[in-house]
């Protein structure tokens, strides 16, 4: 087999995912529906290890994404955070 790939997001590096963001949307809904999968996602130790169990998470409910859909969600969610709670 040639080439690197990423087992996480089932596709080459750096390679993104047709439908990524909308998919990632769509998983977001699940986690707020799914208990077992809140539980997976709760206190991870860094931002890395959430992308990861994102990725595999998405990947295995029929939702694959890509590691710039997740971090583009995680700098917004960061954003609205501080522009709602630090002012």
Do not use: C, H, Y
């Not at 990423?6 to 750096?14: M, T």
């Not at 995912?17 to 208990?35: G, H, I, K, S, Y």
């Amino acid at each position: 087999m040639t080439g690197t790939s990423d087992s996480s997001a089932g596709g080459p590096l750096g390679a993104s995912v047709p439908d990524a963001a909308a998919n990632l949307a769509r998983f977001r809904e699940l986690v707020r529906e799914r208990v077992d999968l809140q539980e997976k996602l709760r206190d991870l130790p860094d931002d890395e290890a959430l992308i990861g169990e994102t990725l595999r998470l998405g990947k295995l409910n029929d939702l694959p994404t890509d590691r710039g859909a997740v971090e583009t969600a995680l700098r917004e969610e960061r954003r609205w955070w501080l522009e709602r709670w630090i002012r």
